[in-house]
């Protein structure tokens, strides 16, 4: 049976098998998750509809997944991000690229937004008589938030205006999800409607998801219920922080290949991924200065040595500015106007409001010079004494991913080990009352059993010798010796 899919090249497929062979070595998780769950089959007859990343760790999920029975669509969350040689090997599987047997993948590296929000609709749209999607495995929220989009508009029987340019929220982007809502309320009514009702759960990768999915639980609009992974011991204290230690240098050394040593770089966020970047800047050298609004954060940048200013304070001083804040308008385009010639401007937090790039297109005389793919030069004030440049990559999307490869196979091992014990949570629980273990329409964290459990299966790989806990000594801090360990509200 022939598939269908949208990948930039098949015959990468080689290339990405090779890579993938390789992570799966660096994945022990995921691959004791196939052993432990391949006989059983928990996910026969899941149909998953996943937008994360096409990277090679992915595809290792996306092979995890398919190993314990599930079927699966598979789109990019980022335009950015996708490793097109991972995406055609997922897309050949087992046959060859003239008659693909994988797994349904739509995404390659540089998609437009009109290209994105399509392959988001491709993976909720199953062919004839399949049933449709029964979950949802997401990153950021996009196809959750198409998805209750499409099912609030529907009930209102029609989709808003487009905002204009300058009203609160508005985003180009916005207007492109409205018009793809718009076209299939026309063409397919009741589609979205119909599409979550099937839906058994979602299961969310991160932070910034997150919060979009407590958000629509708070106003009880949730569709269905939901499992938050990022916030797994295991995945926002290991992904988050450590994973960003490695990504982040690794994007900006292929991007600029600047040296790091000796110059002011700026974090702005200390949360778990600036933490993660504050401590890789340092260690390549650089004098880090951190900004924050939660004086909790603050206190902790402070007393981990770092200096904790405003933006505005440093404008003049940094050479490298990161945002990491999951918040918009951080880096704003008055606050580039008065950076150094050349400085770096990044952003690794979720979306791509964190850096005002529409400002900066509209700073008069600007001028947008490419240097390479997701690195650009913007320059002010040409042909006057003061003409300088700044360097903005990914333009304002997550540069680990832009100009990287993401986090490595080891982290993600946590991370999407975690997603696939979600799955298996919401997919099989389903049905069950809630007094019973089952879910409601509301977001949930797993049990901390599952969370050591994650961690477990990744000591041996690195040699840990995991002292254990005598009978008494249980007793005495009032655990099993089996675990958990730590009470619900302990924060590592
Ligand atoms: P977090 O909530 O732990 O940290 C964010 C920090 O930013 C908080 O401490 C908050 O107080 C601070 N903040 C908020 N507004 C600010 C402002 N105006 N100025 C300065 N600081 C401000 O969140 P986490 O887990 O660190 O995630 C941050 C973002 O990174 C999210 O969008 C998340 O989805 C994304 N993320 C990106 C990854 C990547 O590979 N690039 C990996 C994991 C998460």
Known sequence: MSIDFKVADLSLAEAGRHQIRLAEHEMPGLMALRREYGPSQPLAGARIAGSLHMTVQTAVLIETLTALGAEVRWASCNIFSTQDEAAAAVVVGNGSPENPAGVPVFAWKNESL??????????????EGSGGPNMILD???????LLHKGVEFEAAGEVPENPQEG???YSYEYTVILDVLRRSLAETPGRWTEIAKGVRGVTEETTTGVLRLYQLAAEGRLLFPAINVNDSVTKSKFDNKYGIRHSLPDGLNRATDTLIGGKVAVVCGYGDVGKGAAEALRGQGARVIVTEIDPICALQAAMDGYQVAKLESVLGQGDLFITATGNKDI??????????????VGNVGHFDNEIDMAGLARVPGIRKVEIKPQVHEWVFDEGTDSQRSIIVLSEGRLLNLGNATGHPSFVMSNSFANQTIAQIELFTKHGTPVEDGGYANQVYVLPKVLDEKVARLHLDALGVELTELTKSQAEYLGVDAAGPFKPEHYRY
């Open 139 to 145: 990153d950021g929220g996009d196809a959750t938030m």
């Open 167 to 169: 009203d609160d929220g």
């Open 331 to 344: 880096i704003m385009a008055d606050h580039m106007a008065k950076m150094k010639h050349q400085a770096i």
């Open 114 to 127: 009109e290209d994105y929000w399509w392959t988001a609709q491709q993976i909720l749209t199953w062919p």
